[in-house]
């Protein structure tokens, strides 16, 4: 299939063929036409399978016809949930509509009020938008929607997780109902579909990816590492394996910041993307990341939601997340596009039960790693995942030894030690990593 065989215009064609892209995603075939026929649509699509394109340029080409935009008018709104986001997809209605003479502004908090104002003074074809911002400025009368034609929602299930249902309900209030609405969501939850069924009209329904599973160019692992050797064991690896890009995830922003302070100690240049950074500091840590002067960007969930980094060939989850989704959201950053990707989670015996509600989510047991040096006093036991998705049983008895408090052990001695405690060689376990260490027989905890 052609991208010229979707019925999309020749200056959306020239600008697709710029982006070099060869042929449409799955989602970008069953979604262009569907959009161009003015239909509503709900699509199951997460990041990293075309899903930004899918919508703009079907919205490129339906804008191109009918009425401009009147003062602080906009004739279509997208909605994001984060500030990264809006403004990739600002980027691509760029990129996409580069030989349309279109108009579109991304407004998003962090950053001052008055210059977006007045830049929406004009009105415009396309506006990109996180929600707070929107009321903002909507309250300010900054932006009007009288003649709205498209509607998109973007990313909704990360809208509803951190709360913007209330002012995605306010927002709908003032928008014409007769309108096209368009929504993307990773996954189809019971919120999603009520959202979808109070919002849409007879929408077109589009499942592109097996629910909950990451891409299938993405290699995962779990490096089994005691809790406060995971720093040590994460500057080791760059080191050791001489990575030059990875995006790390984090569960809070103090912990992102604290891994950004030991890494630059051991010589590592990284960066964290998180809330509490300013708009500024957020664009310039991804600028850098991008161009290779920072080679660990450091993120927490809500930061990195949006984040596009092409060929983006590795993911570490420093903690694992505690909610299952997040996972396939955080490895979704690499192995984009159909490229191929690693994620790799540095996993304690106390996450085992995070493990396994993941494991359960992704319908796959994830081969565990030792690495030499680090061998966790007490490793991650391995369940067979469960297909239904409940958790599955616990075993019998806990598995000998105890496992240590964190930040108990942090010097060679304890190291030793911990390395005689091991636990019996568990089967189905993956051979070590090679080539590193003095000692082969020290590579694996089960030798
Ligand atoms: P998205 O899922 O919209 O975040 O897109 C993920 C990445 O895929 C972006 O970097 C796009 O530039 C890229 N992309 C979108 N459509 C295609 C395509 N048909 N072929 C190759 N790459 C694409």
Not at 95 to 102: D, I, R, S, V
Not at 144 to 160: G, S
Not at 280 to 298: E, I, P, S
């Amino acid at each position: 299939m052609a991208f010229s065989s979707l019925g999309l215009s020749k200056p959306l064609l020239r600008a697709v063929k710029e982006q070099g892209y060869d042929k449409p995603s799955p989602i970008q075939i069953q979604g262009i036409p569907a959009v161009l026929a003015g239909k509503d649509v709900m699509a199951a699509a997460q990041t990293g399978t075309g899903k930004t394109a899918s919508f703009t340029l079907p919205l490129l080409q339906r804008l191109e016809k009918g009425r401009k935009a009147g003062a602080n008018q906009a004739r279509a709104l997208v909605l994001t949930p984060t500030r990264e986001l809006a403004a990739q997809v600002a980027a691509s209605v760029e990129a996409y509509g580069k030989y349309l003479p279109l108009t579109s502004i991304v407004v998003f908090g962090g950053v001052k009020i008055n210059p977006q104002m007045m830049r929406l003074r004009k009105g415009t074809d396309i506006l990109v938008a996180t929600p707070g911002r929107l009321l903002d400025l909507y309250n300010q009368k900054a932006i009007r929607f009288d003649h709205l034609e498209v509607l998109i929602l973007d990313e909704a299930d990360r809208m509803l997780d951190m709360g913007f249902i209330h002012d995605i309900r306010k927002i709908m209030a003032f928008l014409p109902k007769k309108r096209q609405t368009l929504l993307f969501s990773a996954t189809f939850s019971g919120d999603i579909r009520s959202l979808a069924e109070g919002f849409l009209h007879k929408p077109v329904k589009i499942d592109v990816s097996p629910r909950n599973t990451a891409a299938k160019t993405v290699k995962q692992s779990v490096f089994e590492a005691d809790k406060s050797k995971k720093t040590a064991l994460l500057s080791h690896l760059i080191r050791h394996n001489d990575w030059q890009q990875l995006l790390v995830f984090m569960r809070t922003k103090h912990g992102a910041n604290r891994l950004v302070k030991r890494l630059d100690k051991d010589g590592i240049k990284a960066a964290a993307i998180h809330g509490n950074k300013t708009q500024a500091a957020r664009t310039r840590a991804l600028a850098d990341f991008k161009a290779g002067k920072v080679r660990v960007l450091v993120a927490t969930d809500i930061a990195a939601r949006g984040i596009d980094i092409s060929d983006l060939p590795l993911v570490v989850n420093f903690e694992l997340p505690n909610v299952p989704e997040d996972y396939v959201h955080r490895i979704g950053r690499t192995g984009r596009a159909g490229m191929t990707g690693e994620a790799i989670s540095l996993v304690s015996a106390d996450e085992v039960k995070l493990l396994q509600t993941i494991e359960n989510l992704i319908g796959q047991t994830l081969v565990r790693e030792q690495e030499v040096g680090f061998v966790p006093s007490h490793s991650v036991p391995l369940t067979k995942h469960n297909p239904n998705g409940n958790m599955p049983k616990r075993p019998k008895k806990p598995k000998k030894p105890k496992i240590k408090m964190a930040g108990t052990n942090n010097n060679a001695n304890a190291q030793n030690k911990s390395n005689k405690q091991q636990p019996k060689k568990t089967n189905n376990r993956k051979p070590r990593r090679k080539g590193f260490g003095a000692k082969p027989k020290a590579r694996r905890s089960s030798s």
